[in-house]
């Protein structure tokens, strides 16, 4: 049964990355995210971003992802030392029970795990090709999601630059940001420069090539990449592209265009669209601001019944809000599972689930829930279950391992709970960032999240009790 080879393959491959350390992972050498609109990237994309200096990129352009920090990082990994930026994996793996983390899965894929020797033989001194590369050139959005950043979101940017930066003890949204500011003339960003000098020997190594943002349908670049695979064979590319599925039907239209024009071609293997939403109804317009659900519904099901070779997944940033309306989110993911299948093959499903846990801003993160939200999501990883491609043992399409692993870590991971002075901390913050976002987005977090008042009442009460002590230490 494929479900169980799955997992025997994540075993398998826990044992060979462990054969070389206990912290060696594939993605640390193969997998990159350039943010070019600022020139920082991160191996894989859960650390935080770094940047290479100007005198790096004009030795060799690959420095946009062989960094001499990252090779340091690399370094610490061969000799099993746990490198912090990679905190997420070391929480899903420290957590009680047998739990695969990223590092596992990423490694165990098909752009990384044949070059396990390769990686060695380079070791942390030299510089590698990516075989996994997600690109952003700018950050063009119409979005401001809720956890969102303002050098990932032009919309976010703007109503700093307006309003000032929230008053969280959390930095996260904070601007500007030195390191971070995007570069808004992209003809005269040396990123990008770079990245184009690099990309036609970069472009042959590629098995997976991902477009993000911003709004990657925004952006005049995503369409130069895609003409380019159009025209460029590399039979064993897999393409993605990112979009929030928010935007104008005549940009989704051009994406068509160019997707089909690629399909037509038989240049590469095959096309993924990815596309977020972390929950459902007015709660998921809330979390995603700029979000119109019927709007996402009209374009997505145009692209899905446009293009009949294309899959989608759906990339949900599980937090704190996505609790409530999940069940619903998961009812609509299990209906197209089953009536958008693959023309080849009515027994595989175009549409794809991949939930991860939202890591920053901790004040929206899904290990500050109570018991009765922790209950709702065990509930909901039982509905899984009651749903899965086991169980429905090929009936109709259900939820496949890779999907319930995912939940499944995710429930570990917000049972844990945190220590009570951070949940202190981070109510406030909660309290301090909604009743803001509120007052500056004209939206209703009490209307909306009934289950999360006493939470949010409780952070106010914090935020009140600190001011009357602050207001006591002055007079
Ligand atoms: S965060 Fe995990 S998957 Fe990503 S590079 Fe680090 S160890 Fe690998």
Not at 58 to 65: E, F, G, I, V
Not at 394 to 421: H, T, W
Request: aromatic share 12%; charged share 25%; glycine share 4%.
């Amino acid at each position: 049964m494929h479900g169980d080879s799955i997992m025997d393959e994540y075993n398998e491959t826990k044992k060979k990355l462990d054969s070389v350390s206990a912290s060696f992972c594939l993605a640390k050498w193969y997998q990159v995210t350039l943010h070019l609109q600022n020139g920082n990237n991160h191996s894989c994309h859960h650390p935080n971003t770094h940047q290479p200096t100007l005198a790096e990129l004009k030795a060799d352009p690959s420095a946009l992802h062989n960094t001499a920090f990252k090779k340091n990082i690399r370094k610490l990994m061969l000799k099993g030392v746990r490198p912090k930026e990679c905190e997420y994996c070391w929480k899903i793996e420290d957590t009680p029970g047998e739990h695969y983390s990223d590092r596992h899965i990423k490694s165990n894929d098909a752009w990384a795990k044949p070059y396990f020797e390769e990686a060695l033989k380079a070791g942390g001194k030299d510089n590698v090709n990516p075989k996994y590369l997600e690109v952003s050139f700018s950050n063009s959005c119409n979005f401001k999601c809720s956890y969102c950043l303002p050098h990932i979101s032009s919309s976010w940017m703007k109503e700093l630059k307006q309003f000032g930066n929230y008053d969280t003890q959390s930095a996260h949204h904070a601007y500007p940001r030195e390191d971070k500011m995007p570069i808004q003339d992209s003809e005269n960003n040396p990123y990008v420069k770079t990245f184009w000098e690099w990309w036609p020997s970069l472009y042959q190594d590629l098995k997976v090539l991902r477009i993000t943002g911003g709004e990657p349908l925004l952006v005049p670049d995503t369409f130069k990449v895609l003409e380019y695979v159009a025209t460029h064979p590399n039979k064993d590319l897999s393409l993605a592209i990112n979009t929030n599925l928010g935007v104008d039907q005549k940009f989704v239209n051009k994406a068509v265009t160019s997707i089909k024009k690629i399909l037509q071609s038989e240049h590469l293997k095959d096309i993924t669209l990815y596309t977020s939403l972390d929950t459902w109804g007015p709660q998921a317009e809330y979390i995603r601001f700029g979000l119109n659900l019927e709007l996402f519904k009209s374009n997505l099901f145009h692209v899905l019944d446009s293009i009949p070779d294309i899959k989608i997944a759906f990339m949900c940033t599980y937090n704190l809000l996505s609790v409530t309306e999940f069940r619903q989110f998961l009812e609509f993911i299990l209906e197209i599972k089953n009536k958008y299948t693959n023309p080849k093959n009515p027994h595989e499903s175009r549409i794809i689930l991949d939930i991860s846990y939202l890591k920053d801003p901790h004040f929206m993160c899904a290990n500050l829930v109570d018991t009765n939200l922790l209950d709702s999501m065990k509930s909901d990883l039982n509905f899984m279950k009651a749903n899965s491609d086991s169980f429905k043992n090929g009936k109709s399409i259900g939820f496949n391992d890779y999907e319930l692993n995912k939940m499944e870590r995710l429930v570990g991971f917000a049972a844990i709970g945190v220590e009570p002075n951070f949940k202190k901390m981070q109510l406030s913050d909660l309290y301090k960032f909604f009743s803001e976002y509120d007052r500056r987005r004209k939206t209703n977090f009490e209307k909306l999240f009934p289950r999360y008042l006493e939470m949010y009442y409780q952070g106010k009460s914090y935020v009140e009790e600190k001011l009357l002590s602050k207001q006591a230490d002055i007079s």
